[in-house]
Structures are given as C-alpha cells and as structure tokens.
C-alpha cells in the first residue's frame, strides 16, 4: 500500500501576524511603586495606609503615566510599521533585480515587520522604565514629605564592586648551598 503524503497549507490572515507582531508594543502604566516605604515610628496603621494612598495618586497623576504609556505605545506601532514599509521597499528593490520584485517585497516586508516590532517593543520597554522611574521618584518625594521613609531594594543589573584578595605569600627557601673547598690545615 502506496500512500503519498499531500502538504496542506494552512493561511493565517495577517491581521492576525500583524497584531501578535505589536503585541510587545504595549505599554502599562505603572500600578504602583517598587520602592519600599516604612512609617515612620509610632505611626498608626491607617495613618500610614492614608499617606500610601495619597502619595500613589499624587505620583500617578504628577507622572501623566496614562498619556506617556499611550504615547509610547503609539510610537511603538509606528515603528512596526514603518518597519514594514521600509522593508518591502528595500525587498522589492532587490527582487527587482534579481528579476522576482513580488517575492523581494514580500519577504522585505515579513523582515521589516520583525525587526520594526522588535525595535518598537525596545522602545516601549524603555519607555515603561522611565515611567516606573518617574513614579518612584514622585511615590518617594511625597512619602518622605509626610515623614516616612524609603528603603530602596538593590537595583538588578548591578554588580557589587569586585573585591581584590591577594594570593597568600609563599616561602620558598634558597637553594642548599654546596661548598667544595679544600679542607682547613691545621
């Protein structure tokens, strides 16, 4: 029994490829602060909680987090597709000369979609970095103005400073010395 294997061919619109490809382009605003805030002593619980609330508002609205998070998402989808039209012009360019100018254009485009995604979904995540930053400096300002304090976590990335150990001294003893002289007279 012969059986031949036929390939099937399965078609994913590109609304699809296009909206997974701008996916990592999104950026949240931050929800809250990554700094540690204390009470400062003897303050009561809710006291603190209150100074909490007010402080995460006052850094939200100080920050505009929602009008920066839109607009670096925006700049995000731009860049992908910017991506994509540079990369089907340079692809129909070179399928032009190589005598396929369809082809050229079509991988072009799937290129520059990638690397136009990938350079946006970069761009967003630095952005959300400034965001968050800009929160904590605002989260910190006004906690430590209402007499708390902030304990900050070490920052990842960051190596300690390297510390130098010299090597222990070693002793070596000289050679024995082997004297061939001629015997004294007595």
Same mark, same amino acid.
């Given at each position: @029994? ?7 061919? !399965? *078609? ?14 999104a950026?949240v ?5 990554? !700094? ?9 619980? &809710?006291?603190f ?9 006052? *850094? ?12 670096a998402?925006? &700049? ?10 540079? #990369? ?11 005598? &396929? ?6 991988? #072009?485009?799937? #290129? ?9 979904? &970069?761009?967003?995540?630095?952005s ?7 929160y904590d400096?605002?989260?910190a +300002?006004? @906690? ?6 902030i304990?900050? %976590? %070490? ?5 300690? +400073?390297p510390?130098? !150990?010299?090597?222990? %001294? ?7 010395v082997? @004297?061939?002289? %001629?015997?004294p007279?007595?």
């Amino acid at each position: @029994m012969i059986s031949r294997m036929k390939p099937i061919r !399965v *078609a994913i619109p590109v609304s699809i490829v296009v909206a997974l490809a701008l996916g990592g382009c999104a950026v949240v605003p931050p929800s809250g602060p990554s !700094v540690v805030a204390l009470p400062r002593s003897g303050e009561p619980l &809710n006291q603190f909680q209150q100074d909490d609330y007010t402080c995460r508002d006052y *850094a939200f609205h100080s920050t505009d987090a929602s009008g920066a998070a839109q607009s670096a998402t925006a &700049n995000g989808v731009n860049s992908a597709a910017l991506g994509t039209i540079g #990369g089907a012009a340079v692809g129909a360019l070179i399928g032009a000369a190589t005598g &396929n100018p369809a082809a050229g254009a079509a991988i #072009g485009a799937g #290129g520059g979609l990638l690397v136009g995604s990938s350079a946006g979904a &970069n761009g967003a995540q630095a952005s959300a970095m400034g965001m968050q930053a800009r929160y904590d400096a605002a989260y910190a +300002q006004c @906690m430590t103005s209402k007499g708390n304090t902030i304990s900050q %976590p %070490p920052m990842a990335g960051y190596a300690p +400073q390297p510390v130098y !150990v010299a090597p222990p %001294p070693r002793y070596v003893a000289p050679p024995p010395v082997i @004297m061939y002289a %001629p015997y004294p007279r007595y």
